[in-house]
């Protein structure tokens, strides 16, 4: 049963356009959510988070919402840029500190020149 | 900076082959985790630890078992290799908050 879910395995996008990759849950009890970035060969790493609590959460280009109602959550990035080429991993978490994280399956970003 | 070593970027057994991989965190943080990365499947949680001694079962504990004899090293262990453990493994440390910290990851090839 996959709790946090990405639908779209991938996605291409004009360098300087938005970005927006989407992702949605099942389990009521998550509280807090976060966004990973993973270059090939290397380890994921953190991008972004948001708190159950908060709609909307900003730092720099990168924007998450979450939409609590829809379970789902959303990642803006405005301008893409070509290094933000890379697979992102959305996760939750049920308790927060709990530090136990369920991902998604990822989505492949491209951006094209 | 947070730093997060795996002894092997890449590793090759052969099947029934008993295989450790070894995890170091320089960060003293109490909480490891092992987690292996599949395409289409994204990461999936095997083993997770929040002290030396202690270890839980993740999602998908079959098959592995894991040691924490050390607060800065979390070892994995595959006892008997199978061709299905090929994968990415991706180990990561934490401290109270949610954010996980990884390292780059071992690419395994069981034959």
Redesign the interface.
């Known amino acids: 049963d996959q709790q946090v879910k990405q639908n779209s395995p991938s996605l291409s996008v004009q360098e300087g356009r938005i970005s927006i990759l989407n992702c949605d849950y099942t389990n009521s009890m998550f509280d807090y959510f976060l966004w990973y970035k993973k270059y090939p060969a290397e380890g994921p790493t953190f991008l972004i988070s948001i708190s159950s609590i908060k709609d909307k959460n900003e730092d720099g280009r990168f924007t998450v919402f979450l939409n609590k109602s829809a379970k789902h959550l959303s990642l803006h990035i405005v301008p893409s840029q070509p290094g933000d080429s890379a697979v992102y991993f959305c996760a939750a978490s049920g308790v927060q500190g709990a530090q136990k994280l369920v991902f998604g399956q990822g989505t492949r970003l491209t951006i094209n020149p | 900076d947070v730093k997060?070593t795996q002894s092997s970027?890449y590793l090759v057994k052969r099947t029934g082959e008993k295989v450790f991989l070894e995890c170091v965190q320089d960060m003293d943080h109490e909480?490891m985790?092992w987690?292996r990365q599949d395409p289409?499947?994204?990461?999936?949680?095997i083993y997770?630890s929040y002290d030396v001694k202690m270890k839980e079962k993740?999602d998908i504990p079959e098959g592995y078992s894991v040691s924490r004899e050390k607060k800065e090293r979390f070892s994995l262990i595959l006892e008997s290799a199978s061709t299905n453990q090929t994968s990415m493994y991706?180990c990561?440390e934490?401290s109270?908050?949610?954010?996980?910290?990884?390292?780059?990851?071992t690419?395994l090839t069981v034959l």
Do not use: I, T
């Open positions: 997060v970027r909480n985790f987690y289409g499947l994204g990461l999936r949680l997770f993740g991706l990561a934490g109270g908050s949610d954010e996980q910290f990884f390292g780059p990851g690419r």
